[in-house]
């Protein structure tokens, strides 16, 4: 009897990790959707500002195209060369078309927000996590074909040889290390590159390597790098690895820095998706609301 209570106890315990690591993976992804967002309305606003000042230079040609004009009726040399509002006119046309296909760009990114954080919301509705995992994985393809596209096939080939070695004891080993420091030296600042430190740090905190997966987290936000990429796996980096920070700090028992890190998650990414490691290795997807409002829960419960 004292065997099948112990065993209850164990996994209800275990139960309640995997619904805690569950809602840690989904914070990741909508944080990075925030960023792409608040920078693409920026762009837009550049882009009004510009059109603003076209039309007002299209107005001035026009002023001094009819003051021409009437200075040539009355027998008067114009003081300046009349100007021509055509090619006002066609910058003016292709900002306003620029400034439109912008437009339109944020809202496919907040639509896409709006309906991940929709499918993160149960857990438990296997449809919406491969909808979910299926939309990450598609911009994580969008990630390579871009920097393929501006950097050519060596970046991607690089980036494949430094990836971490599954099912082996070491993670990396003297070809990857070689491969992952060459695309970090060509190509300091391309996406791609993000997503190889992004896949390192969470190839670490799978292991439960917290320095490794601290340091590459580090090189990650304190670079010249996006940290908004998602892995090959469709894991949003940052809230993920977040979440991971938060979960090892309840672990060692440190819950006032746990809460501090549950404090910034939900203030730099409560619009994010974060993806937990499943059971299998997968991600599962939740909101960085619900991990927030669950792993603030058992904070609270483990210091009873």
Not at 105 to 134: G, H, P, S, W, Y
Request: with cysteine; aromatic share 6%.
């Amino acid at each position: 009897m004292i065997r099948q209570q112990g065993a209850t106890k164990m996994e209800k315990k275990w139960l309640v990790i995997q619904l805690v690591v569950l809602v840690l993976i989904v914070a990741v992804l909508l944080a990075v959707q925030e960023r792409r967002f608040n920078a693409q309305q920026a762009l837009l606003s550049e882009q009004g500002r510009q059109i603003a000042s076209l039309k007002s230079e299209l107005a001035s040609v026009q002023d001094k195209t009819i003051a021409a004009l009437t200075d040539k009726q009355a027998g008067e040399s114009p003081q300046e060369p009349v100007a021509t509002g055509a090619e006002v006119e066609a910058r003016l046309e292709q900002a306003e078309k620029t400034a439109e296909e912008a437009s339109s760009k944020v809202q496919e990114m907040l639509d896409e927000q709006n309906l991940l954080k929709e499918l993160a919301t149960d857990m438990q509705d296997r449809k919406a996590q491969r909808q979910i995992a299926t939309m990450m994985q598609a911009r994580h393809e969008k990630i390579l074909d871009d920097d393929i596209a501006a950097h050519g096939k060596e970046l991607y080939e690089l980036y494949k040889k430094s990836l971490p070695k599954e099912g082996v004891m070491n993670l990396f080993d003297g070809e990857s290390d070689t491969a992952f420091k060459e695309l970090v030296a060509k190509y300091p600042t391309a996406q791609t590159t993000a997503v190889a430190v992004a896949e390192r740090a969470l190839a670490c905190a799978a292991r439960q390597d917290t320095e490794g997966a601290t340091e590459y987290y580090n090189m990650l936000m304190n670079g010249a790098l996006d940290d908004t990429v998602v892995t090959s796996k469709g894991v949003e980096a940052t809230p993920a690895l977040l979440g991971y920070f938060t979960s090892q700090y309840a672990r060692n028992g440190d819950y006032a820095q746990a809460q501090e890190m549950l404090n910034y998650l939900s203030e730099n990414y409560t619009d994010s998706t974060l993806a937990l490691r499943g059971p299998g290795g997968e991600p599962v997807y939740s909101t960085v609301d619900d991990f927030v409002q669950r792993m603030g829960n058992e904070i609270n419960r483990s210091q009873r």
